[in-house]
């Protein structure tokens, strides 16, 4: 039951995982599943006095609200975070119903979302990832070194999701001295091709050497290995916190190397097609997020006024020193 990310307490909430895992849901979508479930299921038992055991078919509406708001006033969770939370069980509940695992209608329904600021995607400057790159390469340690570089650059050249990356087989790695290729298998396990780079490819390849080193080597088909098998979407999201850290980048997470490539692909002047193709979006309103000025861009667009305000403030004395040039009385 439920062998892809190991069952829980909760026979109802197994059996939502195992029929989800059967779907098309990714490893990542079913641990996002069963830590909000659980969690919920927690707090159920914790805070209802009445009923000590969570039940799918205890729960009420009022119960839903009071979870809501508590994520909201003593968690402090965001606003994403909560809806995302909610989302889970309107899917759980709508599945015990269907199930037989609850008789009465559906605890969700009425409980509102909380309300979220639209924000852009967060993306970062070449520069800033260039930096990221050289954090791996001054404080990474032996092959993991090696693997950790090449994570980093496939995530910037690719744009691949952590789901996706974590995933990776060899059969889906294909490199050659001219090119290469990743096969991807992104969101309702819809696939796609991701041409490589000489630089992912040279990264890539200088990982496997070290992989087929390992004695556990042909245990695994997953690309990426940590110390005890497959490394998890979580791995990835440490150690690439742990690399920004050290080149001054606290904020960065491993998704804004999928926005930042995104990003530049746009700002070097490829058209949002063949960016949402790369990027395996369904929907090319999704992409057309990355042509709209977030801060960063305003932000710059008001410094380069002030430079060029201050270049043309500026003119030359005759005896060659530089000076303000004033502006004429009327």
């Known amino acids: 039951m439920n062998a892809t990310i190991g069952p829980t307490?909760?026979?109802?909430?197994?059996?939502?995982?195992?029929?989800?895992?059967?779907?098309?849901?990714?490893?990542?979508?079913?641990?996002?599943?069963?830590?909000?479930?659980?969690?919920f299921a927690r707090w159920f038992?914790?805070?209802?006095?009445?009923?000590?055991?969570?039940?799918?078919?205890?729960?009420?509406?009022?119960?839903?609200?009071?979870?809501?708001?508590?994520?909201?006033?003593?968690?402090n969770r965001k606003p994403a975070t909560i809806n995302r939370k909610l989302a889970?069980?309107?899917?759980?509940?709508?599945?015990?119903?269907?199930?037989?695992?609850?008789?009465?209608?559906?605890?969700?329904?009425?409980?509102k979302r909380v309300a979220e600021q639209p924000a852009g995607p967060r993306w970062f400057l070449k520069r800033?990832?260039?930096?990221?790159?050289?954090?791996?390469?001054?404080?990474?340690?032996?092959?993991?070194?090696?693997?950790?570089?090449?994570i980093i650059l496939t995530l910037?050249?690719?744009?691949?999701?952590?789901?996706?990356?974590?995933?990776?087989?060899?059969?889906d790695t294909t490199?050659?001295?001219?090119?290469?290729?990743?096969?991807?298998?992104?969101?309702?396990n819809k696939e796609r091709v991701v041409p490589l780079n000489h630089e992912v490819r040279q990264a890539l390849a200088a990982w496997l050497a070290v992989r087929a080193a390992r004695p556990d080597h042909d245990a695994y088909e997953d690309v990426f290995l940590g110390q005890r098998g497959p490394l998890s979407a979580h791995g990835v999201e440490v150690l690439v916190t742990k690399y920004a850290r050290h080149a001054g980048l606290p904020a960065l997470r491993p998704h804004a190397l999928r926005h930042s490539f995104a990003k530049h692909l746009l700002d070097a002047g490829e058209d949002l097609v063949t960016v949402q193709v790369l990027l395996g979006h369904r929907n090319l309103n999704t992409t057309a997020r990355y042509t709209r000025p977030g801060a960063r861009d305003l932000e710059e667009a008001v410094a380069r006024l002030v430079n060029e305000g201050e270049e043309h403030g500026k003119a030359t004395h005759p005896n060659g020193v530089e000076r303000r040039a004033t502006r004429a009385r009327r």
Not at 45 to 64: I, K, L, N, R, S
Not at 159 to 170: D, F, N
């Open 156 to 171: 910037r050249h690719t744009g691949l999701r952590v789901g996706e990356l974590v995933t990776l087989t060899l059969q």
């Open 9 to 39: 307490d909760y026979p109802s909430i197994d059996a939502f995982l195992d029929a989800r895992a059967s779907g098309d849901g990714s490893r990542h979508t079913l641990t996002s599943y069963r830590h909000d479930l659980i969690g």
């Open 45 to 75: 038992a914790e805070h209802v006095p009445t009923e000590p055991v969570f039940a799918p078919d205890a729960v009420t509406p009022t119960d839903v609200r009071e979870f809501r708001d508590w994520l909201v006033r003593t968690a």
């Open 128 to 150: 800033e990832v260039d930096g990221l790159i050289r954090a791996v390469e001054r404080y990474g340690r032996g092959a993991d070194r090696l693997r950790d570089l090449a």
């Open 88 to 111: 889970a069980l309107r899917a759980y509940f709508s599945f015990c119903k269907a199930r037989g695992y609850r008789k009465d209608d559906l605890p969700t329904e009425g409980v």
């Open 175 to 188: 490199l050659g001295q001219r090119g290469g290729q990743l096969r991807v298998r992104g969101k309702g």
